[in-house]
C-alpha cells in the first residue's frame, strides 16, 4: 500500500522547475513502475502510466491527470559575487526574501535570497514589495570561484524539507502540485485489487505552470474519451473569502462550472455519496487555470472533471496540506473508475468500439 507521507516528501524535496522536471520524474516512474502495466515518456517529458482494463478491446479510455512541475529561479546574470536571477512561474516575490536556496551549478550550491537591509532604506522603500532588480542570491563564494561553478541560465530552487504538522498536516515546497501527482498514484494502487472494464492514462504533467502545456500535448496524443483533472485548490485560511476558499481535512472538490461536464460531476458526487467518502463542491465560475482547462477542449473536445485538493499558501514555501484529502482525492478517482460502464459512455456521447 502507498505511503502518501513519505511518498509526497520525496516529490517535495525534489527538483522539478517547469520545463526542467527530469529528477522529480525519475521518482514518480519509481513509484508508478509497479503499479502499472506501461510507462513512457512523451516529447514535452509527461510520464504516462498506463492500466489496463479488463473490458473487451478496443476499450475506452479515461485520463487523469496532475502536473509535476514546481515554480523556480532561474540565473539571470553573475554581479561580483552574487546572482542575479528571473522568475519561472508565478514566484510571489513578497515571499522569498531570506530564503533558502539551492543553486544547481556543476554541483548543488545552498544560498539565500538576500537584499539590503532596511536600516539603510528610505520610508517608501520600506513601504514597498521589494522589486526583483534589488534581489539577488548569494553562495558564500568569490567571484572567480563561483564563474567556476555557475552560469547563466543555471536553475534555482527553493530549499525546504518537508515538516510533519499535527493532525497528518504537512507543509513544504511544490506541494502545488505533486500531492495531486501523489492523489493518482493513490489511484493506481488501488486499481490493483479492483475490477475496472475501462483503461486508464495515468499523466504526471510537465509545463502546467507556464501555461499548462504537458497536458495540452498528453490530451491531444492520448485522446481519452473523459479525463480527470486534480490540483490543488485555496484551503480555508485567515483573511481569505468563503466563496473563494475549500475545508480543509474535507476532502477533494468536485468543482462545478464550464470547465466541467455535468454528468463528470453529478458521477463524481454519486460515486462521493455512494462509497461515504468525505467530498465538498467547488464553483469554478470561469477558466481553472488547471490541466482540465487544456483537456477539455482538446481536439473535439473531452467531457472533463477538476478535483481540487485543500492548500494552504500557494506558491509559497509553506504550502501546508492534509494528507487525508491526498488519499480520499485517489480513492474516490479509483471508485469513480470502477463504476465506469457502457452506459455511462453511451450517456457522454462515447461510440461504443470507437478507436480511442
Known sequence: MIESTELLRKLSQASGVTGYEDEVRQLVHEAWEPLADEIRTDTLGNLIAIKRGAGDAPRPTIMLAAHMDEIGLIVSAIEGDFLRFSTVGGVDLRTIVGQEVNVHGTESLPGIVA?????ILTAQERSRVIPLEKLFIDVGLPEETLRQHVQV???????RDLISLA????????????????SLTVCLDMLRGMRHTW????????????GLRGATVSAYGLTPDIGIAV??????????????????DAG????????????????LVATGKQHELKYQTEVIAGRSGTDGWAMQVSRQ???TAVLSIPLRYMHTTVETICTRDIDRTGRLMALFITGLDE??????????GADA
Open 153 to 159: 541560465g543555471d536553475l534555482i530552487t527553493m530549499r
Open 301 to 303: 473536445g473531452i467531457p
Open 115 to 119: 537584499t539590503r537591509p532596511p536600516h
Open 231 to 248: 490540483d490543488v485548490g485555496f484551503g480555508k485560511q485567515q483573511g481569505v473569502s468563503d466563496s473563494k476558499i475549500i475545508d480543509m
Open 343 to 352: 452506459a455511462f459512455g453511451e450517456e457522454l456521447g462515447i461510440e461504443k
Open 199 to 210: 483503461d486508464v492514462y495515468a499523466v504526471a504533467t510537465t509545463q502546467e505552470e507556464i
Open 252 to 267: 477533494p472538490a468536485i468543482a462545478m462550472g464550464p470547465n466541467v461536464h455535468p454528468k463528470m460531476h453529478e458521477r
Open 167 to 182: 493532525g497528518e498536516f504537512v507543509a513544504g515546497k511544490a506541494i502545488d502540485d505533486r500531492a495531486g501527482v501523489v
